[in-house]
């Protein structure tokens, strides 16, 4: 059974940082592309990162020079380094096998305000 269970939200101020990280199991975690995606309140899902098994990563436009993704394939985790927080970043996070988002986690919560 494929399980994605994600990590590390929290409230922080505008400009502040967070690392949200992914426990990836049931799945060759090496072998699969994975993704970040979001949803803000009364907003559909947002795709914002991604990164194949090699290490290759893509971002959203909205969230470029700010976030960072990362995995370990050694531990079967994906993270993600979350800097200059603004407040409409505030949202669920989810760790995705697709990204779309259909097979994501539980999510944590960034909530960025002052």
């Known amino acids: 059974e494929v399980q994605l269970v994600e990590s590390g939200g929290g409230l922080v101020q505008p400009g502040g940082s967070l690392r949200l990280s992914c426990a990836a199991s049931g799945f060759t975690f090496k072998n699969y592309a994975m993704y970040w995606v979001r949803q803000a309140p009364g907003k559909g899902l947002e795709w914002i990162s991604g990164i194949n098994p090699a290490g290759g990563t893509t971002y959203a436009d909205s969230v470029k020079g700010r976030f960072t993704v990362f995995r370990d394939n050694a531990k079967n985790t994906l993270s993600l380094q979350l800097d200059n927080l603004k407040t409409e970043d505030t949202a669920m996070y989810y760790c995705?096998?697709?990204?779309?988002?259909?097979?994501r986690g539980q999510g944590t919560q960034v909530t960025v305000s002052s």
């Open positions: 995705s096998l697709n990204s779309d988002g259909t097979a």
